[in-house]
């Protein structure tokens, strides 16, 4: 896809994922204590809803619809044959049982406009690990619901249900798991709910289109759970190609209701011009990396969500090499509101969060050298929404309005208020450097025509662009960084100028270890 990222770039080399212990659909055992102050009573109803979906996945019919096609699984081959023969918008119903695709890499289903998959109790639709693809093609508006996809072996980057990355496909009550690459692709309009996502080799989806933007993407009341089976970034590294759920140029998501957990690296990651986010009343824990980022895009709303036990693996990796980047379990990365791109909201809003015993907590950063058409800009060949030639972006005209401000995303419009922050620091297991809350900038030098050179960035990202703290609650020893690594501060120098954050916000340091 070309879109690589160094996320840290104060570090001098990107995080190796360590192999979780196990995976799967229960939750994390409880062998860990609990923090002495509880969470919120939001919070933990929310817990409480978690979308368990992989141990208990709902039932598709018994027995075909009135006017189905039956698929039998002792017929090798016969969904995409039938699906071949049969006219747009028809119903296959697949018998219980091990369904199978003809023994060639490029066999798949390749589904009509409007045609709709339904299993049976027990229906799997199994690759064999012969098979790259489940179901490709360009048809629009098709349905999967209540099948299980397992054993395709989709190249790095491609996925196995949606592989052309189709608009208005529903996929809906099914289970897909055990595949490399994606589980599934997604294409605009795309609706994802009550699935389960299980221990895919590199995401279990990438919300990926070759050509053209991905629209009113719904991902709702999933569990996404064990994936980045392949330990993508260990074998690429530094190539930002994993995740639960990546993200690309997304204009329009609501992602609400999911639980991830336990995947290796990020739990959800928005990568790259993404814009009009709404991420909310999800359940993110034990995610070996960061719970979210979200990275040179515009424009969220991150609310009412439970985050908790994540970036544990990757924060003490990059503590135990003496690292003194603030890896944070939230993650904003020249990212922000900005009233020139249509969305529901101007503002990066992060509200109403409960941030549980995490390695850190939420980290506004931006590099002074990632801009567009500089060759420190990981997300090659793209520019910002506002400045779409990026050849624009060169001397002299770089150096002044408005392309000065144009051709870098800017973490800016970032309010961050009515949260609450929770580190015992003997359930986390740590004595320095899981405590941190963070704005700040490297310091810039590179390419030698850049206009962002020196402390400029810095100075902005932490005075000037409008990224608030305020009205949020604190228990335990939490410590502060502002503009770079080495300005630690405690509670009441983050409050005081020259930073002035965090008013109407308090601090219990006893309560929380």
Not at 333 to 345: F, L, N, Y
Not at 463 to 485: C, E, L, M, S, T
Request: with cysteine; hydrophobic share 35%; aromatic share 8%.
């Amino acid at each position: 896809m070309g879109n690589e990222r160094r996320h840290w770039a104060l570090a001098a080399a990107p995080l190796a994922l360590a192999l979780l212990a196990a995976t799967g659909c229960e939750s994390t055992p409880g062998a860990r204590a609990e923090p002495k102050a509880a969470p919120s009573t939001s919070a933990m109803s929310v817990a409480r809803s978690v979308a368990r979906v992989c141990a208990k996945p709902a039932a598709g019919p018994a027995k075909a619809p009135a006017g189905a096609v039956t698929v039998d699984p002792a017929v090798v081959g016969d969904l995409a044959a039938k699906t071949k023969s049969s006219p747009p918008h028809t119903t296959f119903w697949l018998r219980p049982g091990k369904h199978r695709l003809d023994p060639d890499r490029y066999a798949q289903v390749v589904p009509k406009e409007g045609d709709r998959y339904l299993g049976a109790p027990g229906a799997v639709l199994d690759g064999g690990m012969k098979n790259q693809y489940a179901f490709g093609g360009a048809a629009r508006d098709v349905t999967v619901r209540y099948l299980t996809v397992q054993g395709f072996v989709a190249p790095p980057d491609e996925g196995v249900v949606n592989h052309d990355s189709a608009d208005g496909w529903v996929i809906e009550h099914a289970t897909i798991q055990d595949n490399s690459g994606a589980g599934l692709m997604a294409g605009a309009r795309q609706q994802v709910r009550a699935s389960c996502l299980r221990d895919n080799g590199q995401y279990g989806m990438n919300a990926y289109k070759p050509k053209g933007r991905i629209s009113g993407l719904v991902v709702e009341g999933n569990e996404i759970v064990g994936n980045n089976t392949g330990d993508w970034e260990r074998r690429r590294e530094g190539c930002g190609c994993t995740g639960g759920i990546k993200f690309w140029a997304v204009n329009g998501a609501d992602v609400r209701g999911n639980w991830v957990h336990d995947n290796r690296g990020t739990g959800l990651w928005a990568d790259t011009n993404n814009n009009d986010f709404r991420i909310e009343n999800n359940v993110l824990e034990a995610n070996d990396g960061a719970a979210l980022i979200y990275e040179t895009s515009y424009n969220a709303v991150i609310r009412n969500n439970t985050i908790r036990r994540n970036n544990w693996v990757e924060g003490r990796r990059a503590a135990d090499r003496g690292d003194t980047f603030p890896f944070a379990t939230v993650y904003v990365s020249e990212s922000g509101g900005e009233p020139r791109v249509e969305a529901r909201t101007d503002k990066i809003e992060i509200y109403r969060n409960v941030l549980e015993n995490n390695w850190s907590g939420i980290t506004l950063w931006e590099n002074a050298d990632r801009f567009c058409n500089s060759p420190a800009n990981t997300s090659s060949g793209d520019c910002t929404l506002l400045v779409r030639d990026t050849r624009r972006c060169a001397k002299p005209a770089i150096a002044r309005a408005p392309l000065y401000a144009g051709c870098r995303w800017k973490t800016q419009r970032v309010d961050i208020h009515g949260n609450r922050f929770v580190l015992d620091k003997s359930v986390v297991n740590c004595t320095a450097k899981c405590d941190r809350m963070a704005v700040l900038a490297n310091y810039g030098t590179y390419p030698d025509w850049s206009p962002y050179q020196g402390e400029r960035v810095a100075e902005a990202i932490t005075r000037k662009q409008h990224n608030r703290w305020h009205d949020n609650v604190y228990v335990g020893p939490w410590k502060f960084v502002a503009h770079d690594p080495s300005q630690v501060l405690d509670f009441a120098q983050w409050q005081v100028a020259p930073y002035q954050q965090d008013a109407g916000s308090t601090l219990d340091l006893r309560a929380g270890g």
